[in-house]
C-alpha cells in the first residue's frame, strides 16, 4: 500500500475513535507533540495529545451525540486534505453560548500533517456563523 493510502486510512481510523469517544485509540494515531491550528476557535489551544483528548472530552460535554463523518480526502506526500461534516447537539455550554438543544449540522475541511506513522499536525476551518445560527445563538440578520 502507498504512503498516501496508509495516510488516508490513518485518518479515517482517527475519525472512528472520535466518533466512538475512544480517547485510549487517540494515541495510536495522533503524535504525543500533536497540534491543532483553528481560526475559528482561536482561544482554544491544543498542543498535544493529551490537550487534543481534553478538547474531545469537552466536546462530548457539549454535543454528546456528535458525528464526524468524512466526504472526501486527498493525499499527497505526508498530507492529507479533507472535507467532512460535523452533526450534533448541543446538551452543554460552549464557550459564552448556554446549552441550546438545539441540532447542527456543518461541513467542515482542513489538512492533516503526517509524521514517522501519526498524525502530527492539523490545520481544520468551518463556519462559526452558520454553527451559531442553527443553534439559535445568532440571527444572521442581526450581521
Known amino acids: 500500500m502507498k504512503d498516501t493510502e496508509l495516510n488516508k486510512d490513518l485518518v479515517r481510523r482517527f475519525v472512528v475513535a472520535i466518533n466512538d469517544r475512544n480517547l485510549e485509540a487517540l494515541g495510536e494515531t495522533v503524535a504525543v507533540d500533536f497540534v491543532r491550528h483553528c481560526q475559528a476557535t482561536p482561544d482554544v489551544e491544543v498542543r498535544s495529545l493529551e490537550d487534543l483528548r481534553r478538547f474531545i472530552e469537552l466536546d462530548s460535554v457539549t454535543f454528546p451525540d456528535s458525528l464526524v463523518t468524512i466526504d472526501q480526502l486527498v493525499a499527497e506526500d505526508n498530507l492529507v486534505g479533507f472535507f467532512a461534516r460535523y452533526e450534533g447537539t448541543q446538551h452543554g455550554p460552549m464557550g459564552p453560548f448556554p446549552p441550546s438543544d438545539r441540532r447542527a449540522s456543518i461541513d467542515f475541511g482542513g489538512v492533516f500533517r503526517m509524521e514517522t506513522g501519526k ?17 439559535g445563538h445568532l440571527d444572521p440578520a442581526d450581521l
Do not use: C, G, R
Open 119 to 135: 498524525i502530527a499536525e492539523l490545520w481544520v476551518t468551518w463556519d462559526n456563523v452558520a454553527m451559531l445560527s442553527q443553534l
